[in-house]
Structures are given as C-alpha cells and as structure tokens.
C-alpha cells in the first residue's frame, strides 16, 4: 500500500473543506479592508477571532471535550497563535488594503516552499538537487509575481508585497511548531485558544497602530461574517484538524487549490485585473510546489 492510501481519510475531507473555503476567504478580505470599506486591518481582524474563539470553545465545552490549558499549552497557543494570526493572516489583511486578492493568495501559495526551507533547518536534512530545483522554481515564480509591484508600484504598494512575502514564513512557522508539540486537546479547543493568542496578537498591534473604531459598510459587514464562520470557525478547525491527521507536507498542499480559487472569485466578483505576469509566476509557484510536495526525500 502506498503512503497516499495510506491518508486519513477524515484528514482528506478537512482539507477538502480547507482547499475550498480558504480559497474564497481573500476576496472577503478584500472586500473588508479595501478603501471605503469601513474596516482597518487589524480592528478586522481582532473582530474576526474573537468570536471565532468563543464559538469554538462553548463548542468544545458543550461536548465535553478539555478546554482548561496548562502554562505551557498556553504558552504554545499564545506563541503559535499570534504567528498564524499577526504574522500570517494579519499580514496578508494589511496588504489587502491596496494588494488584490489574487496576488495575495499567489504570493501566500509559497507557503510549503517555506515549510520544506524550516524542516530542512529544523530536522537538519540536506536537500536533495530536485528539491533545491523545486524551491528555486516556486521563489523564481514568486519573484515574477512580484516585479510589476516592485517596478511600478508606490511605497505602499512595495510594503504591501513586503508583506505578503512575510506572511507564509510566519504562518509555516506557527503550523509547523503546532504540529510538533501535538498538544492533548480536541481541534476545537486547540482552534479556539489559538484565537485567543492571537486576538491578544492582535490587540497589542491595533493600540501601538491606534486604529480607531470601525464604520464598516453592509458588504464589509457580509464579508467579516463570513471570515468568522466559514473562515475561522469552520476552516479554520479543519486546518488544525489536518495538522494532527495528515503529513505536514500534505496540508500544505491546499496551496495549489486556494490561489485558482482566489484568483477566479475576484476576477469573476469585483473584476481584478489576470496578466500575463500573473499567470505566469502562478505556473512557476504552484510548479515549485508540487516539485516540492513529489520530491520529498
């Protein structure tokens, strides 16, 4: 039997949810930070995990299922909490005021470029030549995606690639400490006190910012309801979900679906902008990493 029917079967279906709902999440991103909208990025973002949080763990309580945490499980969902959610998700939030959904999901699609670089420091394992290949493929693919910005873009518009690239590295990071340290709790309870890391992530960051209270606008209002069901509550679970079931290596396959998806919804919904730049690096990417995903040693 190979190592591919060996897959939990459970875990296959969370990442389903994972490829699926994730894909579609950076356009309501987009739609609730972009000008106009009434949201700051951070403010959003806190209001996205928050509830997200307490759904989850009245979840958790209600079907008797662990939620009181020691020091150091706490201390692991502070510190994985806020690189999941400050370092990745609020990144990528930030970067949406002005980035498009697309770029941003192309741009995060690097992620298991990333993860693979943090194993191999990690586990200290030298790669092998198709890897070192695969790796070199996916950045060359980021890098395509990023140069019209770089070339053209405003200082903004530079930051806000800046941030995008940043991001995965921070998300990774948080998956793969996670997922080392397994903690003995249910994916509810582990989803719902990483939020918690994370709004409190979030919190520091909207005082230093001074980010005042929002006036969002009914889409903006739609888009963050969305984010806090489909995108924290229900995806959200799946992805730890998929952590403690599936390879790391596998998970980080939802790279090759979210960004088709996300590049679809918001050429199809609020018209952003496919050239020939932005199929081009998304060909080198998702090439890098399936190279990476293929040639695992």
């Known amino acids: 039997m190979t190592d591919?029917?060996?897959?939990?079967?459970?875990?296959?279906?969370?990442?389903?949810?994972v490829y699926l709902v994730w894909g579609s999440t950076y356009l309501a991103i987009r739609v609730a930070v972009r000008e106009g909208a009434g949201f700051s990025p951070f403010m959003m973002a806190f209001m996205r995990v928050l509830p997200g949080s307490a759904i989850?763990?009245?979840?958790?309580?209600?079907?008797?299922?662990?939620?009181?945490?020691?020091?150091?499980?706490?201390?692991?969902?502070?510190?994985?909490?806020?690189?999941?959610?400050?370092?990745?998700?609020?990144?990528?939030?930030?970067?949406e005021m002005r980035a498009?959904?697309?770029?941003?999901?192309?741009?995060?699609?690097?992620?298991?470029?990333?993860?693979?670089?943090?194993?191999?420091?990690?586990?200290?394992?030298?790669?092998?030549?198709?890897?070192?290949?695969?790796?070199?493929?996916?950045?060359?693919?980021?890098?395509?995606?990023?140069?019209?910005?770089?070339?053209?873009?405003?200082?903004?518009?530079?930051?806000?690639?800046?941030?995008?690239?940043?991001?995965p590295l921070f998300w990774a990071l948080g998956s793969i400490w996670l997922q080392r340290r397994k903690p003995d709790l249910s994916v509810r309870a582990i989803s719902g006190w990483q939020m918690i890391g994370g709004a409190i992530g979030f919190l520091v960051v909207i005082l230093a910012r001074g980010e005042g209270w929002p006036h969002p606008t009914p889409e903006a209002w739609l888009a963050w309801g969305y984010?806090?069901?489909?995108?924290?509550?229900?995806?959200?679970?799946?992805?730890?979900?998929?952590?403690?079931?599936?390879?790391?290596?596998?998970?980080?396959?939802y790279a090759y679906v979210n960004p088709v998806i996300a590049v679809f919804l918001g050429w199809l919904i609020i018209s952003e902008e496919v050239t020939g730049w932005t199929l081009a690096g998304a060909l080198l990417v998702v090439a890098g990493v399936a190279g990476i995903f293929n040639n695992r040693s």
Request: glycine share 10%; no cysteine.
């Open 100 to 167: 498009s959904s697309g770029l941003a999901a192309l741009l995060v699609a690097a992620m298991p470029i990333w993860g693979e670089l943090i194993t191999m420091v990690v586990d200290r394992r030298l790669p092998s030549g198709k890897m070192v290949s695969s790796i070199m493929l996916g950045f060359a693919g980021v890098a395509v995606l990023s140069w019209p910005v770089l070339r053209n873009g405003t200082t903004a518009d530079v930051m806000g690639v800046i941030a995008l690239l940043l991001a």
């Open 56 to 95: 989850l763990l009245t979840w958790a309580h209600l079907k008797k299922e662990r939620i009181r945490v020691t020091r150091s499980e706490f201390l692991l969902f502070l510190g994985s909490g806020m690189l999941l959610w400050v370092g990745g998700n609020g990144l990528v939030t930030w970067a």
């Open 227 to 253: 984010l806090v069901i489909f995108g924290s509550v229900i995806a959200f679970t799946s992805y730890m979900a998929t952590l403690r079931l599936l390879p790391y290596q596998v998970v980080m396959t």
């Open 4 to 17: 591919r029917q060996k897959l939990d079967r459970q875990g296959l279906l969370h990442l389903l949810v």
